[in-house]
């Protein structure tokens, strides 16, 4: 193989798009983990009911758009449900307590999801013609894919540095005893940040309906690679979340490009692990 | 001891081998095949659910058993396959793997203190590395289709190949290993180790600060676990006569941890109680529903998980355990039993 392989770099251009979606992925989780300090281990299995929902939508005719924003509709929702229902009544209780409970709920939309739309692939049947630039070929969908991940990376940005209630939800990610000392209502900011959190894995759906079949085990294939990239870049650190996401992104590219797909998640594993050992606090230490 | 009611202990041990002598009997008993293989897999999960919860008893929670199912059920499997090696030698070879493994992870994790839900994704991934490995190494392990252990020459009763087609055989290992796991239960209940390991799900630090060798003790019962985690797996192979990478996903691994907590993970009986109630829930559930609703029992399942962690954390047997003491006045201290110190506190 030559040292410049031009399908290599159409690898690593890949991963760079990729590393965008895994991003956005990874940013709602993030978010949650960062003020609520609880891990949603069915994050991947909200994403999928927001496929669902774009599926069906789209099904019915309606144009992709806005049956995205409705999938991020539904799913913040979601994200409120989860919270209130699962969340709040265990919030005080040993973290794994919350990690198995949002366990259950991971069987369960799964399984529900089975049992509603049964395990067949479903493909939005849209399909985006590819942009050729000499030999190399990238897919529009990941492209737009891409660019709508770094407008929310972005948008969230914005919000949380910009806005009122984007500096109380900083302010309690911070420090969550003193905030309620001084008069923040920090249930209100979990609800806000579960919602948030919802609606960005429902725009994950969307991005992720417009490259992949829609399936209720999709979330086995992309929810433990979510958990490590949040946890490569430091649990709650939003910025090293999404380096970890670009940096995953390339191994698998590069690995999966040379060897094979399966094998560079192996290899993705075992750095998450690695690293685990080395600075469990992330790639990136999370400022105080 | 005075002459008219025998002491607890003698009556302990009649309580005991009545037991044993009543389990020996089931296999015998007029129930067709299917019910056998039902009380089989039972046997199998409590096994597994036990070997789980000598960790997560102590705030040790993995969430990623299924890989030491897959090595055990893959060890013995492809080393059968390939080299046509019996299990007799499979098994060992299979199972030090599986505890090589968990060395392998939870040697650096309990000594750079990867704790609570870290070392829970810790294991998460450690799962995926077997499932995705087994995959990937298509060319030899069949990949995500699986694969099925060769057929020894003789059909139905084969000891070199450990292949029966009598379900009964199965069911005399995996009481034997049940047994087994249970008899190291009580013995890690009855040494310092438990105390120890109590002592560090309380406070590590403050453990290591007295003199408990926080790594080591820790180390102790995840080896344990893996190593029997493994034979549960081994089992399942030879039983099933089938293999598949999906059997150390996340699916798996989380299964174990949900039975053993509906059961009540802190006291001897729980792990076995959950194992028997999600089969029996799974197995009705697909009889009353057929095939139209698939993954009706398992949709019901995690909600029933939820429900458990939020409003009875200890389990069913834990649940009923304290009702029982309570009504019985001053509990008396019967092993394993008792209330666990962290997980449910508070």
């Given at each position: 193989m030559d040292f410049f392989d031009i399908y290599l770099v159409e690898a690593m251009l890949n991963g760079v798009l990729l590393g965008g979606v895994l991003g956005l992925l990874a940013l709602g989780l993030n978010l949650i983990f960062g003020v609520v300090d609880v891990v949603w281990i069915a994050y991947a299995e909200l994403v999928m009911s927001g496929m669902y929902v774009v599926y069906w939508l789209h099904a019915f005719g309606v144009p992709m758009v806005l049956a995205g924003l409705a999938a991020m509709a539904v799913v913040a929702v979601m994200g409120l449900a989860v919270h209130q229902l699962i969340i709040a009544p265990i919030l005080n209780t040993p973290p794994i307590n919350q990690l198995l409970a949002t366990g259950g709920l991971l069987f369960f939309l799964q399984n529900f999801a089975t049992v509603l739309f049964s395990a067949e692939f479903r493909n939005t049947g849209v399909s985006l013609p590819s942009l050729r630039l000499g030999d190399i070929s990238l897919s529009y969908s990941r492209i737009i894919a891409f660019g709508v991940a770094i407008a929310g990376v972005l948008g969230l940005y914005w919000f949380l540095k910009k806005t009122f209630i984007g500096a109380a939800i900083r302010a309690v990610a911070q420090d969550r005893q003193v905030m309620v000392l001084m008069g923040v209502d920090t249930r209100k900011i979990y609800l806000v940040t579960s919602a948030i959190g919802g609606a960005l894995a429902g725009l994950a759906a969307l991005l992720l309906c417009l490259q992949i079949d829609v399936h209720p085990f999709i979330g086995l294939q992309y929810g433990p690679i979510t958990f490590m990239i949040c946890v490569l870049g430091g649990l709650g650190n939003m910025l090293g979340g999404f380096l970890a996401s670009f940096i995953i992104g390339q191994i698998i590219s590069i690995v999966g490009f040379s060897i094979s797909q399966d094998f560079a998640y192996v290899v993705a594993f075992l750095l998450f692990i690695l690293v685990m050992f080395v600075r469990p606090e992330g790639i990136l230490k999370r400022r105080a | 001891m005075s002459g008219r009611s025998a002491s607890p202990a003698l009556r302990r041990r009649l309580w005991a081998a009545l037991g044993l002598a009543a389990l020996l009997v089931v296999p015998h008993l007029p129930w067709g095949q299917y019910v056998l293989h039902l009380i089989v897999l039972m046997l199998v999960w409590a096994c597994v659910g036990t070997a789980w919860s000598l960790m997560g008893r102590f705030?040790?929670?993995?969430?990623?058993?299924g890989a030491f199912i897959g090595i055990g059920m893959y060890g013995v499997g492809l080393l059968w396959n390939t080299y046509s090696l019996t299990p007799w030698l499979g098994i060992p070879i299979a199972v030090a793997a599986a505890v090589l493994v968990g060395l392998l992870i939870g040697y650096p994790s309990f000594r750079f203190q990867v704790v609570g839900h870290y070392f829970a994704l810790v294991t998460l991934a450690l799962g995926e590395v077997v499932r995705l490995s087994v995959i990937a190494a298509r060319d030899f392990t069949g990949g995500s289709l699986g694969m099925t252990p060769k057929h020894a020459a003789d059909e139905h009763v084969s000891w070199f190949a450990l292949q029966f087609s009598n379900k009964a055989y199965f069911y005399h290992f995996a009481l034997l290993l049940w047994l087994v796991v249970l008899w190291l239960w009580v013995r890690i209940d009855r040494s310092k180790l438990r105390t120890a390991l109590e002592a560090i799900s309380e406070d590590e630090i403050a453990a290591a600060s007295i003199g408990i060798h926080v790594t080591r003790t820790k180390l102790t019962v995840t080896l344990l676990s893996a190593g029997l985690t493994a034979l549960g797996g081994i089992l399942l192979g030879q039983y099933n006569m089938y293999i598949s990478p999906e059997w150390s996903g996340i699916g798996v691994s989380l299964q174990v941890v949900f039975a053993s907590i509906v059961g009540g993970m802190y006291s001897l009986w729980g792990p076995s109680l959950g194992a028997v109630l999600t089969i029996a829930l799974n197995e009705s559930l697909r009889n009353a529903f057929g095939t139209r609703l698939v993954g009706a029992s398992e949709s019901i399942y995690g909600l029933l998980l939820i429900l458990f962690i939020i409003f009875m954390p200890n389990g069913i047997y834990g649940g009923l355990a304290a009702w029982w003491n309570k009504r019985r006045g001053?509990?008396?201290?019967t092993p394993g039993a008792d209330a666990p110190s962290s997980a449910s506190s508070r």
């Open positions: - | 705030g040790l929670v993995s969430l990623g058993h001053p509990p008396a201290p």
